[in-house]
């Protein structure tokens, strides 16, 4: 199924952000790597750069990594219509950079918690749209517990970006397979 880019952007996003407490460690740890993250991620608008912002934005995250394990519309519905209740989100188009006319969720002066928990529950709100909550995944490898988001056309993503658990698995694979 292909997604807007909206979609894939935000879902991106919001995996990023919870995998940065995932496997025991934070590494969001202050506004400097914060502010990283966003120009990685080309968040446009209101940064407030401050230490209140980043616990706001780390607050985000339990919640979020919930809907991930959750996986169940009648779950995760009411999360989504509770996160576009409480961001004040006000879909309109517009167009920056390279990517050509998008949607924004919220006004672009709002507080950037706002704005991103807008963007995710937009975009959880289209994966719900599909019947494609699916591809908000765990990653499969036995020592890791962070999230991904499968966009692959045959569903078949299985490891997170996060600690090289892919190619982790593959070589344990191979290693297994020569031995025998």
Not at 13 to 31: C, F, K, P, S
Not at 48 to 68: F, N, Y
């Amino acid at each position: 199924m292909l997604f807007a880019h909206d979609t894939r952007t935000a879902l991106v996003w919001a995996a990023a952000l919870i995998n940065t407490a995932a496997n025991g460690e934070d590494h969001l740890a202050d506004v400097e790597t914060l502010s990283s993250m966003l120009d990685e991620h080309e968040w446009t608008g209101r940064r407030d750069g401050t230490q209140e912002e980043l616990d706001a934005v780390r607050a985000l995250r339990p919640a979020w990594r919930a809907l991930w394990e959750t996986g169940e519309p009648d779950a995760v519905v009411p999360v989504v219509n509770a996160m576009l209740a409480a961001s004040d989100a006000r879909p309109y188009l517009t167009r920056h950079g390279d990517w050509g006319w998008h949607m924004h969720v919220s006004d672009d002066d709002a507080p950037l918690v706002d704005r991103m928990t807008a963007e995710t529950a937009v975009a959880l709100a289209d994966m719900v749209r599909s019947d494609e909550l699916e591809r908000l995944r765990l990653c499969d490898a036995p020592d890791c517990d962070a999230v991904l988001v499968d966009l692959s056309r045959n569903r078949s993503r299985r490891y997170c970006d996060t600690g090289n658990c892919g190619n982790r698995a593959h070589v344990a694979a191979y290693r297994a397979r020569k031995r025998s």
